[in-house]
């Protein structure tokens, strides 16, 4: 990726501070397209397209998780400060005041 935000750099600086006028530009944006548009730039971006769908969706799914457990947890606990159904008992005791 620094490599990519470099050449564009590069390439900004190249035009703005040339004094070769459009023929240089015209060349740069004609080398920049093809390289942009050949099949191993695209197959690497179709590659990295996927694997940034397929990393999200994992990420998706351990959140997920992990806010079910999270959740989980914190009504279990919630519970057992109310009195709530931590016994199993079915019914709600009151809590008894020492």
Known sequence: ??????AAGVAVGFVIGSRAGRGAYEDLRTKWRGFA???TVQHVKGDVKDFAGHAASDVGDKVSETVSKVTE??????????GKGGSGSGSSAPASAS
């Open 1 to 6: 990726m620094k490599i990519i935000i470099f």
């Open 37 to 39: 548009d050949s099949d």
């Open 73 to 82: 947890k914190a009504s279990a606990k919630i519970d057992e400060v109310t």
